[in-house]
């Protein structure tokens, strides 16, 4: 494929949804894969999932291995500090510089706020775990939950879970 191409992933406890993106905005390939919170499955796990997600994404679409993508913007449940993403973002960089030339994380919530438009939103998840942000049009935010079902999201669908399965 020529063109750059782009990857984002909105990574949740339970799945993890993912998109290629030629540079004029066309999507290439949705896919669906398995939970992407690193602090559930652990970091090396985690980075595991996502690079063999984009093997497979790249695999599906005709984009040859050794094609390195231009970017990557992971929001993912669990990311909720600073200095922890950018500290992700190092270690997959460095882990893949054959695979990504740059990537970018950040909370599940920060996804479909600029999804939605720049001039701010609210977004609250009701999943695995719960979660909220509001981004005001001045940049400003606040936040609520986030702390992750094995704390205590009440609001969300954790307490399901071990009659689901």
């Known amino acids: 494929m020529e063109g750059r191409v782009f990857c984002g992933v909105e990574g949740g406890a339970s799945v993890s949804q993912m998109v290629l993106v030629s540079e004029k905005g066309d999507i ?4 669906t894969g398995p939970a992407c919170n690193y602090l559930l499955s652990g970091i090396e796990e985690c980075q595991m999932r996502l690079a ?12 040859k291995r050794e094609k390195v993508l231009d970017g990557l913007g992971l929001c993912m449940s669990g990311c909720e500090e600073e ?3 950018r500290e992700f973002e190092r270690i997959f960089v460095r882990k893949h510089p054959d695979m990504i030339k ?3 994380v950040a909370s599940d919530t920060v996804g479909p706020v600029y999804t939605a438009g720049l001039k701010g939103g609210i977004v609250l998840i009701a999943g695995t775990g719960s979660n909220s942000l509001l981004l005001n049009p001045d940049g400003t935010t606040a936040r609520c939950g986030g702390w992750g079902h094995l704390l205590g999201d009440e609001a969300s669908g954790a307490h399901f879970l071990p009659t689901m399965f």
Request: hydrophobic share 35%; glycine share 4%.
């Open 83 to 85: 200095e922890a993403n």
């Open 102 to 104: 740059s990537c970018h």
């Open 52 to 63: 063999d997600m984009i093997e497979k994404a790249k695999e599906n679409t005709g984009i």
């Open 28 to 31: 290439l390939l949705k896919l």
